[in-house]
């Protein structure tokens, strides 16, 4: 109330004082003589203006003002309005304002705010910012329209001004004097205006006009200005930021929107680098919820960022030309790198604009995951698809966290996202990468904890690349976390961080050395290490502190206590943990240095060499004090010197006294007799060379042994003699180290050892073997270990000889493969009669094997087989299984059952052939003793490629030639195919997790590959490669070994001539060389990109072999061809296991290219013929037992997967071949399925419930918009199945064991359940349209539920508990069905067609199974029918129900029985 006083008060003042000034001025204006009408105009302006209460001021002054702007307003207005000559004193207003403003000075002040004047001691009557005289004119609604008019036509005079004196631009005021005026009078003509003058202005001035549109129209021009935008945008692209920035202002409707964003995505390629982030950011701020996909999808495509940074190469060569050109080089190269990081700038921002609009719209930031997820070429992927993954990873707006890093996965695992395409964008974008670092530090975590070994490698190159090309703080995190990594103590995650620690250790010491303590750290926690990874780990840190530059040099004495710690320890294991860790500093001392010129020619310092020499002695004498110690060393020091260049002077010490003490310990000159006591009489055999019985040497392996057992038995004090104990468990690991030395020194050549490989062994007479009952406890012990100790020096023999070319030296490799494999056979029998015997270590890095237990005693089977097992042992278990390559301790227990089956079918075929062989004691199985033998090197396979298997080596009469030249024989190659596979298995194969079991396996699975494990993956495939060739012509001299012996018989396998060994010796290898191409080619590294050309390699190998022309083949021609000289084995399949392993390798090489799809066909068809088979081994009684059932299993389910129709499939096999079955005689098959009879129908009837539920679950969903076409043709699917499964579910009449009602119980529930999910909501739609076929289907499916329902009773009343428990479960499921079908009916008005009552309890064969309750219960009858006004015949239905009032509970189950063991 006080200020409106004051206020009305202050304007009477004002008025009077400017009443009378203007009294003044017009008496004294009239003086001078002007034009009259210019005087009367001026004198209205000015009149006007001051009786308003506005003074003008002339020169630099502003105008001032003594009122408030609304007063002034409504002021004007008044006097405008009252005057008697409105409307015509407006136009004379208006003049007297042009003439006004024609000199620039006085335009300037009009635009510029008004002071306001202060009266007397009283400033608050006005406020203290008024706008400018035309803004507060413009807010006359009268005079707007002709002084906008004024305004616009002032432009152009000013426009090419630029800014004037105090930096202002007239055109820019003027502009901004039209923007937020409360209305409007005219919007359309100024918008008309407002183009008209963007069309002729320069381009500030348009920039400008454009920016303010937003701001100077209202709503209702917006559409219409947009689309004049939308077509200026076109023309002229220096505009496209001020036009974005108005279109993102405008309110527009969602067409225009559409079409305007999509003018702009067309211009994106042309946008300027620096206006990219706003064009980005426009289109994603206006993306509606349907677009959104299309939209990203195409910002993706269109969005180049490769083009907007150049890559580091070309920005230096760029500056370099300018350095060239001008003088001043480094101010180019600064304008190059202000350039690249303007550039990296803009990348920024558009980042930004893109996260911004992810994070506040989830519809973008599912668009961004569908649209990189959609593309499936990994050249396709873009540097942008990274970026967003990590821009989704560091916002997690709405959950895109889970979904990049899901997202990534897939990609990675796909092989779509590279490893190429993460380097470029580190290496080009590194400065917008940094911001994302904590994401890419979380994503790499995430894929390096992966279980899936194809994700982890690319979390590796997560790591190196943010260590390489971010700050240091950046680097300390990655060390950081990758040590956590290692410390986790999980397999494969320990594996890929040491290795990752030991690359950055190669490539970058310097940074590396800063972060030697943090690495350290993991010395705390080795307890969880394997060997294999203590030794990278003791590489890694020796390397860093014993390095050339010894940039560690920091943790020197650290290494040397914890060494030192170690060695001194009394338990073995860090004893173990003491000598690798010794031997790997000795290998990083003593490497040998590059020439540089200050030193003289590159040796090492004698400082050096003198701590490698007492290092060396300080090993060797703490190892001294036992024998696995000392061999674990002397395998150390073998494994360095293969695996890394000494200087010769380290080279020289270690080798000195290797071959002096060797002879010492081991090898003794033959004399006439041998002096001493032993245990078993000693004699000298297995003599390669000419027959020197007197000057040769031996090795002195017998009296060694009984030597040590000796001295173990001595008390402790009476053994700690002189001079040095001799164990024969060094020998071996000895003799490695000594040829190793031999190699190095004299570059592969073994002269100086050679008489090792052919010189003869102090052993016992082998016949021993034979009267085992009669040797004590002991001395079957000693004879055991003597067994072990020449197997494993012939083992280390052929290691060290095997890539030997003169024929005299493969000669005597081949004999020693077959004295190999001569003593397994004698091995098993041996352990067969020593039970509870624990063989010597010969793998010396893992746990001692005091931890391992063998099963109780090693299966000895107690029936007498009588197969004469000389060359049995390695075929053994390949013929039956590969699965038992890789087979614990723990399984063998649960194996000896179909052992034993199959024990009990072998023994009748060997009493009728056999009966004059004399019977020997059958073999332990030596799956279980593997790591009590030493480690044979990928080399040995080598020897496949000497003798191949040829016919007349097969061949009975002809033995004497194989004495004449030593071929590989069966028995040897199997012995060398098993040792391939175990070794393939184990590098190729990946595990499907790494994690630690809680109860950790009791045998370490890598035991016995400690020199596989220091190979990657990659050479032993291409290594693999390299013998394909070979493996091809051993698997065809199988082939025609097999049918050879077809032919002579007549085409049956079990003719008169069958050697019974033999063939099962060829079966094995047969298996094995297909098991081994298998598993090359499932290899997951094939997947790879950098693996492409050794997968055409060896795909081009198999493709060769049909001696078909190869020129440059693509990889769909070679699969194909491959494929099809496979497919030309399956004639000869000596029984099931190969064939499905045949059908396995014919399934994966169709999976490594083309379509797989097209060889479906083919392989289904393979799968029935092998089914359609009669298979009987070679003593002609057919092939059965657990295995076979297993293989069978497989081939069925192989056979239904790629089958066209399952349906059918099923129905033939349940239609015609069981009916067969049924009919046939008790041990015959069915004549169109030889594989089913009796002993293999639950095989067949599982894998035909298990694929028709699978079948079902696969027909399409009704829909409601379907044709009346598509429905009967889905009701056409559905009735085949309901038969099906009506046939099926009937058999269980027939065929009424336990595991049949399993079965049928259980996947009857599942069919059921998913009948009601999918097939009744088909029926509801098509129940009017096809009565007839739904009332048909319906009828039969109750037929098979009502005999479900009699299988629940059957359970019940014999109350057994494994049927039991799918019992209620069931009875749900079948009472939902009623009800479902009475939904169904209500749903089409024929409710009053259903009724329901009781259905008797009935057993399998429909005998009704009677109880206190039952007598009075009636039968339920259901009934539908059509609905009345269709006036067809009724259909009377009884439908199967148990009312619940109603239940027996005299034969009820508990409820909490039901379990459900659905696969």
């Not at 004047?117 to 009283?122: E, I, K, Q, T, V």
């Not at 071996?732 to 073994?750: N, V, Y």
């Not at 000869?1132 to 060889?1159: W, Y």
């Not at 293989?1191 to 192989?1198: R, S």
Request: aromatic content about 6%; glycine content about 6%.
């Amino acid at each position: 109330m006080l200020r409106k006083k004051r206020r009305s008060t202050a304007d009477k003042v004002e008025a009077a004082t400017t009443s009378t000034k203007a009294k003044k001025s017009r008496s004294t204006g009239r003086q001078p003589k002007e034009p009259a009408p210019e005087e009367t105009n001026e004198s209205v302006f000015g009149i006007f203006l001051r009786e308003a209460g506005v003074t003008l001021k002339q020169g630099g002054t502003s105008n001032e003002i003594a009122v408030d702007q609304v007063v002034f307003q409504k002021r004007i207005k008044k006097q405008l309005q009252k005057s008697p000559r409105y409307p015509g004193i407006v136009q004379e207003f208006t003049a007297g304002l042009e003439s006004h403003i024609e000199e620039p000075e006085r335009f300037r002040n009009c635009l510029l705010p008004c002071v306001p004047r202060l009266s007397d001691g009283d400033s608050s009557c006005v406020s203290s910012f008024q706008e400018s005289l035309l803004r507060m004119l413009l807010g006359i609604e009268i005079m707007q329209t002709p002084i906008i008019n004024t305004l616009i036509e002032k432009i152009p005079e000013f426009m090419l001004d630029g800014a004037g004196d105090g930096g202002l631009s007239i055109p820019h005021i003027i502009i901004n004097q039209l923007k937020w005026l409360d209305r409007v009078v005219d919007s359309k003509e100024l918008a008309v205006k407002l183009m008209e003058l963007v069309s002729v202005a320069p381009v500030e001035v348009q920039r400008d006009i454009i920016t303010s549109l937003p701001e100077i129209l209202d709503d209702t021009q917006h559409n219409d200005i947009a689309r004049e935008l939308n077509s200026l945008l076109q023309e002229n692209t220096q505009l496209t930021v001020p036009i974005l920035d108005a279109l993102s202002s405008l309110n527009l409707s969602t067409s225009l929107l559409t079409e305007v964003r999509g003018a702009v995505m067309a211009t994106l390629a042309a946008v300027q680098l620096e206006d990219l982030p706003l064009v980005v950011k426009f289109i994603l701020h206006s993306v509606s919820a349907s677009d959104a996909y299309e939209v990203v999808s195409s910002l993706r495509k269109k969005l180049e960022l490769e083009q907007c940074v150049l890559p580091p190469v070309l920005q230096a060569s760029q500056s370099r030309m300018k350095s060239k050109g001008s003088a001043a080089s480094s101010s180019s190269t600064a304008a190059g790198r202000r350039s690249s990081s303007s550039s990296q700038d803009s990348v920024a921002l558009v980042l930004d604009g893109i996260k911004s609009a992810v994070r506040f719209q989830k519809r973008i930031s599912e668009a961004w995951l569908k649209a990189i997820e959609s593309v499936d070429e990994a050249e396709d992927h873009k540097v942008i698809d990274v970026l967003v993954l990590f821009i989704l990873h560091s916002t997690n707006a709405n959950q895109s966290r889970r979904g990049a890093e899901r997202l990534v996965k897939l990609k990675v695992r796909g092989g779509l996202i590279q490893e190429a395409l993460l380097q470029r964008t580190f290496r080009d974008y590194a400065q917008v990468m940094r911001g994302y670092f904590p994401s890419i530090l979380a994503l790499a975590q995430g894929l390096l904890r992966s279980p899936d070994p194809c994700v982890v490698p690319f979390g590796g190159h997560m790591y190196r690349h943010s260590f390489a090309a971010f700050d240091s703080y950046c680097q300390q995190e990655v060390v950081g976390s990758l040590v956590t990594h290692v410390c986790s103590g999980v397999g494969g995650e320990v594996d890929m961080a040491l290795e990752l620690l030991c690359g950055l250790v190669t490539e970058k010491p310097s940074e590396m050395s800063l972060y030697a303590v943090f690495v350290k750290g993991i010395l705390d926690y080795m307890d969880n290490l394997t060997p294999q990874q203590i030794r990278r780990l003791f590489h890694l840190l020796s390397t860093l502190a014993f390095g050339q530059q010894q940039q560690g040099s920091l943790i020197q004495d650290d290494m040397h206590i914890v060494i030192r710690k170690q060695l001194s320890s009394t338990v073995p294991k860090y004893k173990r943990i003491g000598i690798i860790g010794a031997v790997m500093i000795i290998g990083s001392m003593g490497a040998a240095r590059p020439k540089v010129k200050e030193s003289q020619n590159g040796l090492l310092p004698q400082e050096t060499l003198r701590q490698v020499a007492a290092l060396l002695e300080l090993v060797k004498s703490s190892s001294e004090s036992s024998a696995e110690a000392a061999a674990l060393y002397y395998d150390e020091l073998a494994n360095l010197i293969l695996s890394s260049i000494l200087d010769p002077q380290v080279q020289e010490k270690i080798g000195k006294t290797v071959l002096d003490d060797f002879q010492d310990d081991f090898v003794v000159d033959l004399g006439p007799d041998i002096l001493g006591s032993f245990p078993l009489t000693p004699h000298v055999i297995y003599n390669l060379d000419d027959e020197e019985s007197q000057g040769g040497i031996a090795i002195n392996l017998l009296p060694l042994l009984a030597t040590e057992l000796q001295n173990k038995g001595e008390q402790k004090s009476q053994t700690q003699k002189a001079h040095k104990r001799v164990s024969p468990l060094c020998l071996s690991p000895f003799f490695r180290l000594l040829r190793l030395c031999e190699e190095k020194q004299h570059q592969g050549d073994l002269e100086e050892i050679d008489a090792l490989l052919g010189c003869p062994l102090i052993l016992t007479d082998m016949d021993v073997v034979d009267k085992m009952e009669s040797l004590s406890k002991a001395e079957r012990e000693f004879l055991c270990t003597l067994l072990f100790h020449t197997i494993n020096w012939f083992r280390e023999v052929v290691n060290a000889f095997c890539r030997q070319k003169e024929t005299e030296m493969k000669m005597k490799v081949m004999t020693r493969l077959q004295n190999i494999t001569y003593l397994q056979t004698l091995l098993e029998r041996a352990l067969a009669g020593t039970p509870g015997y624990l063989p010597p270590v010969a793998n010396f890095d893992g746990e001692s094997p005091e931890g391992v237990i063998l099963s109780p005693a090693p299966p000895v089977k107690t029936k007498k087989d009588g197969r004469a097992k000389k060359r049995k042992a390695p075929g053994k278990n390949s013929s039956e299984s590969s699965s038992q390559l890789e087979e614990t301790e723990a399984d063998k227990t649960q194996q000896e059952q179909p052992e034993k089956e199959k024990e009990k079918e072998k023994e009748k075929e060997k009493e009728k052939e056999k009966e004059k062989e004399k019977e020997v004691r059958p073999g332990v199985s030596l799956v279980s003793y593997r790591q009590f033998f030493r480690e044979l090197d990928m080399e040995v396979l080598s020897v496949l490629q000497c003798g191949l298997l040829s016919r007349s080596l097969l061949d009975s009469e002809l033995h004497t030639k194989v004495q004449q030249e030593v071929l590989l024989g069966p028995a040897e190659l199997v012995f060398l195919l098993e040792d391939m596979l175990r070794k393939l298995e184990f590098s190729l194969t990946a595990a499907p997790a790494k994690r630690t079991p809680f109860f950790k396996a009791k045998t370490d699975k890598s035991v016995g590959f400690s020199h596989l494990q220091q190979r990657s993956s990659k050479d032993i495939a291409s290594y693999c490669v390299q013998l394909l060739p070979t493996l091809c012509s051993h698997l065809e001299n199988c082939h025609n070994h097999f049918q050879t012996m077809l032919s002579e018989n007549n085409g049956v396998v079990d003719g008169p001539a069958t050697d019974v060994q033999e063939h099962q010796l060829m079966s094995a290898g047969y298996q094995l060389l297909l098991q081994i191409l298998n598993t090359t080619f499932s290899w997951s590294g094939f997947s790879q990109p950098g693996q492409r050309s050794l997968l055409k390699k060896a795909l081009g190998v198999l493709a060769e072999r049909l001696k078909e022309e190869s020129a440059e083949l693509t990889l769909e021609q070679l699969v194909k061809h491959s494929f099809k000289y496979l497919m030309n084995f399956c004639s000869t399949m000596p029984n099931l296991s190969t064939a499905l392993t045949l059908s396995q390798l014919l399934s994966t090489v169709s999976e490594r290219g083309g379509d797989p799809a097209a060889h479906r066909e083919k392989t289904a068809s393979l799968a029935k013929r092998f089914l359609g088979q009669s298979w009987v081994t070679a003593s002609g009684e057919k092939e059965r037992g657990i295995k076979f059932n297993e293989a069978l299993h497989t081939v069925l389910k192989m056979y239904m997967a790629h089958v066209d129709d399952v349906l059918k499939a099923v129905e033939e096999i349940a239609g015609e071949g069981i009916p067969e079955l049924i009919k046939a005689a008790k041990d015959e098959s069915s004549a169109s399925w030889p594989t089913l009879n009796r002993q293999t129908f639950l095989v067949y009837y599982k894998v035909m419930m298990t694929e028709l539920e699978k079948a079902i679950r696969k027909i399409p969903a009704c829909k409601v918009s379907d044709s009346s076409e598509a429905q009967s043709e889905k009701l056409l699917i559905w009735n085949l199945a309901v038969r099906d499964f009506h046939i099926l579910v009937n058999l269980g009449k027939v065929f009424d064991s336990r595991p049949v009602l399993i079965v049928c119980l259980k996947y009857g529930r599942l069919f059921l359940e998913s009948f009601l999910r999918l097939g009744m909501p088909l029926l509801d739609n098509s129940f009017k349209r096809h009565m007839e076929d739904v009332q048909s289907l319906l009828k039969t499916f109750q037929l098979s539920t009502r005999q479900l329902h009699h299988m629940c009773g059957y359970s019940k009343m014999n109350q057994d508990t494994s049927l039991t428990n799918h019992v209620p479960a069931l009875k749900k499921s079948l009472e939902l069905f009623v009800y479902r079908v009475k939904a169904m009916l209500t749903l089409n008005n024929c409710q009053e067609a259903f009724w329901i009552g009781n259905l008797k309890n009935r057993n399998l064969k429909g005998e009704e199974i009677l109880s206190q309750r039952s007598h009075g219960s009636e039968d339920e009858d259901e009934e539908e029918q059509s609905p009345p006004q269709e006036q067809s015949e009724d259909e009377a239905q009884e439908m199967d129900s148990e009312e619940s009032t109603k239940v027996h509970r005299t034969e009820d189950v508990d409820q909490d029985d039901i379990t459900d063991d659905s696969d």
